[in-house]
């Protein structure tokens, strides 16, 4: 059974930095792409990045580049979403997803993990 489990939202000050992991298993994480999306209330879900678990290599929406992060670790099967100069517009539910596509269509992705919650207020 492939299980995705996010975790490490929480209330983060504008400004301010957050990390959210992405522990993966029923699957072969190296031979995955994880993206992570997600979705604030009224809003659609917006795929945030990915990581192409193969190359390593990563796509951004514009919104989050040069501010998030993604990474990998393949010894635990965990994925990461560093989040640095947060905004009151990136509060919402983070999800990450795996599939073997790559990019921020979330069709991309078959196996989805249960949301986190990210907010951000002063």
């Known amino acids: 059974e492939v299980q995705l489990q996010a975790s490490g939202g929480g209330l983060v000050q504008p400004g301010g930095s957050l990390t959210l992991s992405c522990l993966v298993s029923?699957?072969?994480?190296?031979?995955?792409?994880i993206g992570w999306f997600r979705q604030a209330p009224g809003k659609e879900r917006q795929g945030v990045g990915c990581i192409n678990n193969r190359d390593a290599s990563t796509y951004y929406t514009t919104s989050v580049e040069g501010r998030f992060t993604i990474t990998s670790d393949k010894a635990k099967n965990t994925a990461y979403l560093q989040m640095t100069s947060l905004k009151p517009e990136d509060a919402a539910v983070y999800f990450c997803?795996?599939?073997?596509?790559?990019?921020?269509?979330?069709?991309?992705?078959?196996?989805w993990g249960q949301g986190t919650q990210v907010t951000v207020s002063s």
């Open positions: 997803a795996a599939g073997v596509g790559f990019g921020l269509s979330a069709t991309h992705y078959p196996y």
């Open positions: 029923g699957l072969t994480f190296d031979g995955h792409t």
